[in-house]
């Protein structure tokens, strides 16, 4: 029993580090005609695929950190009319796939859109009115405006969490308001603001939707172009492996700042103390602080959301409604296979560890912890690549029909994704279990699975149920992945906006990028209640 239950640790474990495995492996077949193309995208496109890539990821890094703490500091630190509202209200932005709010922000602001239409005709311009949205700025703001909630949440935490002594002690010494906050509130939370920035820039980096839109060259896209444009699989592994390396250096700046934020939390103060009661605002003061968390909500959630019910309320009848219902349900399919596949994965991985596993358990567990920093375009090259060389050594292989003619390879790149989510889930509801209970039920002659079947099930169905939910929304907006290994006429809601946004059909793009929003409010609904639950 116990050599099966390693065996199939072993086999998840490969599985689970098979994508990274499959592009590393690439550089195994190095020679003359790799080395040719490597200096060749060296000379023409690697440099715009750097220098794009980095200010993009300067600018969202220095957005998000504005807004994020901006808005922590807000909500945490003072009191002002409308404050409580804005405690959930700017977390709406996470419900919102930055390619969703690309597209909005494109067919408001494009030059035949609305706005510079009726400029011109109110004003009597010619041309264009404002700046061309479909840059590396407009990119910019999109990822700013959709990613500051992970700086807001890790900010919010800290602020309102940590030593309030401290904060206490600059009052009893003469530290007017604006000293303390910027002498003590924000120095601590500097930790928190890292580690959501490098949240942030993960995503940006990872992100195919808007960048492949806008037309800017990043890495994930020379990725896609390489791959289905010039069919190079070295070439793409190669810049594969470059991303990959970039997130791996966020993903130490990441775990380091975690490691920072604990341990200033487990000094924190008395939670009753009278620093940690919000300053009253008043006048001006509360008008600005209003404005700064009211923005945010309004560029993030509320002006794409209103850009995208304009074409619905002006003609319903361009809308795809036949079609509609089956992209829903194909996307509905595979988030509820994927889901209940992560969370499965998830239960019995946690349980092995609760039940005293070994450096294997502990192994596999670090791995699909790993999955959700590995960007979708790396995942598609390394489970392509593997399959490549397979199809070559064995032509009349069914394997790699399975793969790539089934829905097994694209739920299979969701689970290298999108482990990680259903393992933290799982894994913080058996830390609310206490252990006493194990050795109450193995006295009482219950262990192995029946432990978890009849004593712990029990008690993590929330954080099962939660885990679900979560895998389940991150598949319907996962975009890359779906793209490149749906089987045919397995078209998804995020695939099909993609298609219409690009061919221009934004209207018609609206319905399934609200589809995609409503899905993704379900989970912030759910960490809005939480929150407010702690406070």
Not at 308 to 329: E, I, K, T
Not at 445 to 465: I, M, Q
Not at 508 to 529: D, T
């Amino acid at each position: 029993m116990r050599r099966l239950h390693d065996l199939l640790l072993l086999l998840l474990g490969l599985l689970l580090v098979l994508p990274v495995a499959g592009v590393l492996a690439a550089w195994l077949q190095w020679d003359g005609p790799s080395a040719s193309i490597l200096r060749e995208m060296a000379a023409t496109v690697l440099p715009d695929y750097a220098v794009t890539s980095l200010v993009l990821c300067l600018a969202v890094a220095a957005g998000v950190a504005l807004v994020g703490m901006g808005t922590a500091a807000a909500v945490t630190l003072f009191d002002f009319p409308g404050r409580r509202a804005f405690e959930w209200a700017l977390l709406l932005p996470l419900a919102m796939p930055a390619y969703v709010v690309a597209y909005a922000y494109t067919d408001f602001l494009q030059f035949s859109g609305p706005l510079q239409s009726g400029l011109r005709t109110a004003f009597g311009l010619e041309g264009r009115v404002i700046p061309e949205v479909r840059s590396v700025p407009g990119a910019a703001l999109v990822f700013v405006f959709s990613l500051y909630p992970y700086v807001y949440l890790l900010a919010r935490a800290a602020l309102g969490e940590r030593a309030t002594h401290l904060m206490e002690a600059a009052r009893l010494l003469g530290a007017p308001l604006a000293r303390r906050i910027a002498s003590v509130a924000l120095p601590l939370a500097r930790p928190a603001v890292a580690a959501g920035v490098a949240l942030a820039l993960m995503e940006t980096l990872a992100d195919f939707g808007v960048s492949s839109y806008f037309g800017i060259q990043t890495f994930t896209t020379g990725i896609y172009k390489a791959w289905l444009a010039m069919d190079n699989r070295i070439a793409a592994a190669q810049l594969a492996t470059t991303l990959l390396a970039v997130v791996a250096l966020l993903l130490a700046l990441e775990h380091r700042a975690q490691q920072r934020l604990r341990f200033a939390a487990a000094r924190g103060g008395r939670a009753g103390s009278a620093e940690a009661q919000p300053v009253r605002l008043r006048g001006r003061r509360a008008a600005a602080a209003w404005t700064v968390c009211a923005l945010p909500v309004l560029l993030g959630f509320l002006l794409p959301v209103g850009f995208m019910l304009r074409p619905l309320a002006a003609d319903w009848s361009v809308l795809p409604w036949d079609r509609f219902l089956q992209w829903a349900f194909n996307s509905i399919r595979l988030g509820v296979l994927s889901a209940a596949l992560a969370v499965v994965l998830a239960l019995l991985l946690s349980f092995s560890l609760r039940s005293g596993g070994g450096t294997l358990t502990r192994g596999v567990v670090r791995l699909a912890g790993l999955g959700y920093a590995v960007p979708g375009a790396v995942i598609v090259v390394g489970l392509l690549l593997p399959v490549g060389w397979l199809q070559q050594a064995a032509p009349g292989s069914p394997t790699v029909f399975w793969v790539t003619g089934t829905v097994l390879g694209v739920v299979w790149a969701y689970l290298v994704r999108f482990m990680s989510v259903a393992l933290q889930s799982v894994q913080s509801g058996y830390a609310r279990i206490p252990g006493n209970l194990d050795d109450s039920a193995r006295m009482l002659g219950t262990a192995g699975l029946g432990l978890l079947a009849r004593v712990h099930w029990p008690l993590l169905r929330r954080s099962a149920a939660a885990a679900a939910l979560l895998v389940f929304v991150d598949v319907m907006k996962e975009l890359p992945a779906t793209m490149v290994l749906r089987p045919f006429n397995t078209d998804t809601l995020a695939v099909v906006a993609y298609q219409l946004a690009r061919d221009e059909r934004l209207g018609e793009a609206a319905l399934p990028s609200l589809a995609l929003v409503l899905a993704g409010l379900i989970p912030v609904m759910l960490l809005s209640r939480t929150l407010r639950r702690r406070s």
